[in-house]
């Protein structure tokens, strides 16, 4: 697996992974930025995520939904606030209605990724870190409550997949 660690900090409101990858950052970014490699791991395995819109860029917009084992719909959104290729990627990230507006009561995240060169046992590698910001302590315990780190572990453990496929999808905008 490719998560090497996860911390739930109640004192400074966050949740962190922390997963290291055998690729490039450049290779690793593309994961996030390409949408159709995003809806690859964006949710856990029995929630695939699908990606109407992505806008990456910042102050653009993602619109997506994943899809539970019965076939319910949970939807989402994020706003892209911090875009530093290679190295670092920022945005608000919540839940939405039907029509896409954000849920009312329902908390927004802010996440923040890293991605960090490093040296792996096989060579050379990436050490991505994810760390997930909330208002209060509530919001997390919300949150985590609903399956958040559970879920993120798996979703992240699927991208050792992506990255060894011989299909690299193109990066660009849906929507």
Do not use: C
């Not at 695939?48 to 806008?55: L, S």
């Not at 960090?116 to 060579?123: K, T």
């Amino acid at each position: 697996m490719t998560v090497i660690s996860t911390e739930r900090d109640a004192e400074n409101l966050t949740l962190t992974f922390v997963a290291e990858f055998a690729a490039s950052p450049e290779r690793v970014w593309r994961v996030w930025e390409d949408p159709r490699q995003l809806e690859r791991w964006w949710g856990p395995p029995t929630w695939p995520a699908t990606f109407d819109e992505h806008e990456f860029r910042v102050g653009g917009r993602s619109a997506y939904y994943m899809t539970g084992p019965d076939g319910e719909k949970a939807r989402g959104w994020w706003r892209i606030t911090l875009i530093d290729e290679p190295s670092r990627l920022e945005f608000d990230d919540g839940f939405s209605d039907e029509e896409g507006r954000p849920s009312e009561g329902m908390p927004v995240t802010r996440t923040e990724v890293t991605f960090e060169a490093v040296r792996l046992a096989d060579g050379r590698g990436t050490r991505m870190t994810t760390v997930s910001r909330f208002a209060d302590l509530d919001r997390l315990e919300q949150l985590v409550s609903m399956g958040m780190q559970e879920g993120m572990q798996q979703a992240l453990g699927q991208i050792d997949a992506i990255l060894s496929s011989d299909t690299v999808g193109s990066s660009g905008a849906v929507g």
